[in-house]
């Protein structure tokens, strides 16, 4: 009977001990001016950054279909990991907004939101670093210089589909007038190769 007392107060301090020492999970709205509206956000904060200790960000940007809860769900180790490496954990809602600035939809600029808002409210209500080495933003390539440049997304972007405000989807792009040029180019190579016959001589015209 003593020994199970001993085993329960120890079980009871380690949970404690753990309790104390653990990330937390901050479930917050970031207010953005740019679209006129509240943006959910996750914030995994590591046990050591309430101390006031400034640490790195990582930015988790979650797939199509997708919202800020999708990489906890992925992985329910991120307070563990953050905790671990010391490192303060972001992941915003990006809705189904493929993270640009629509030109037609005012109300989805989460480029301008992630690259922008997001980061100058991390730093401002978090003890973040203030240098590029210290951020990671993963799935976005940002072209704010004090956001870093990795991607890595939840979901493969293969598996996503092209967004409607897109060039890509409505056949404007580059790479698609790229392609259109090489199919030509290359329609008219063989053409010019049909007027030739086995020897190379052209052949007579009537």
Request: glycine share 8%; hydrophobic share 35%; proline share 8%.
């Amino acid at each position: 009977m003593k020994k199970n007392r001993i085993i329960l107060l120890l079980a009871v301090v380690l949970w404690l001990t753990s309790s104390v020492s653990a990330a937390t999970i901050d479930r917050i709205a970031v207010r953005s001016e740019a679209m006129k509206k509240e943006i959910p956000v996750v914030v995994i904060v590591p046990d050591a950054a309430k101390s006031g200790v400034r640490m790195p960000v990582l930015y988790l940007l979650h797939g199509y279909s997708g919202d800020q809860e999708t990489w906890l769900n992925v992985k329910p180790s991120l307070p563990q990991m953050a905790d671990r490496d010391s490192v303060i954990v972001v992941c915003p809602d990006g809705e189904n907004s493929w993270y640009w600035d629509s030109p037609k939809d005012p109300s989805s600029r989460f480029e301008t939101f992630v690259a922008r808002e997001l980061i100058d409210y991390v730093d401002a209500h978090y003890p973040t670093r203030g240098d590029r080495s210290g951020r990671n933003d993963r799935d976005r390539r940002s072209e704010r210089p004090a956001a870093a440049t990795a991607a890595a997304a939840a979901e493969p972007a293969a598996a996503q589909p092209a967004s409607p405000d897109s060039d890509h989807a409505s056949g404007r792009g580059e790479g698609n007038r790229g392609t259109r040029d090489r199919r030509r180019h290359r329609g008219g190579r063989n053409r010019g190769r049909g007027n030739k016959p086995q020897g190379g001589e052209p052949t007579p015209q009537a």
